[in-house]
């Protein structure tokens, strides 16, 4: 079974600042990791995702994230935040690929001007 | 390329009708596609998973006979809210799985369902 469990359900950073979104994990087999970003009304659009090749996971929009196997964790991070980033983040494992993905609850990112 | 279309985008209808949302994978053929709920503020929570041609297979907790789900043809997949109610009412999303070696699932923009 899978699980994903997002710290923090609400992040507000600065405009330029570093922004990190945390996510762990737990996969009985080994996982596919994904980060998706949802806006107000909108689907999920995939930022990045991690299928057991490398560890550090560029995406897109200067989002990347890193896969920890001994921490299980799968923070997702940008090194200067900007206003277009406002938004729901959402970190989802998968242990079959792209199939049954189990998400976590979601963290809202805030950006202040 | 890989767009995943929902229709309607919103829906409100009165308590014991039944709407029937539609999801289509544009520029794609999907062997599987996938059926979620979101209430305000929340996650997504999986309802069902159909694979063309073949039964849904519905997620612990969701009713069958409630949530109807019909996967057609390679293309198109829908659901359908069976005698709605008011707590039915919720953001309802579909993702597409393309064939092959594809490892990532397609989404839908969403469909507002409110139950009066």
């Known amino acids: 079974a899978q699980s994903v469990t997002q710290l923090g359900s609400h992040v507000s950073v600065s405009e330029g600042a570093l922004v990190l979104l945390r996510c762990n994990y737990s996969?009985?087999?080994?996982?596919?990791l994904f980060w998706y970003v949802q806006y107000p009304n909108q689907g999920l659009q995939l930022l990045l995702k991690y299928t057991s090749a490398a560890t550090l996971v560029k995406g897109i929009n200067g989002f990347e994230a890193e896969f920890k196997k001994s921490e299980t964790s799968f923070h997702l991070t940008k090194p200067s935040a900007h206003m277009s980033d406002a938004a729901e983040y959402f970190c989802a494992v998968s242990g079959q690929g792209a199939q049954k993905l189990v998400f976590g609850q979601g963290t809202r990112l805030t950006i202040n001007p | 390329g890989a767009v995943v279309s929902q229709h309607p985008s919103w829906v409100i209808c009165k308590s014991g009708t039944s709407v029937k949302i539609e999801c289509r994978s544009l520029?794609?053929?999907?062997?599987?596609m996938f059926w979620y709920r979101q209430f305000p503020k929340q996650s997504l929570m999986l309802m069902a998973t159909?694979?063309?041609?073949?039964?849904?297979?519905?997620e612990q907790g969701v009713e069958k006979d409630k949530f109807l789900i019909n996967h057609a043809s390679l293309t198109l997949s829908t659901l359908t809210v069976t005698s709605a109610h008011p707590e039915d009412s919720s953001f309802y999303i579909c993702s597409a799985l393309p064939g092959g070696i594809y490892n990532e699932q397609f989404f839908g923009p969403g469909t507002r369902l409110t139950v009066l």
């Open positions: 159909s694979n063309e041609g073949s039964k849904a297979t519905y």
């Open positions: 996969s009985s087999v080994p996982p596919y």
């Open positions: 520029d794609f053929q999907a062997t599987t």
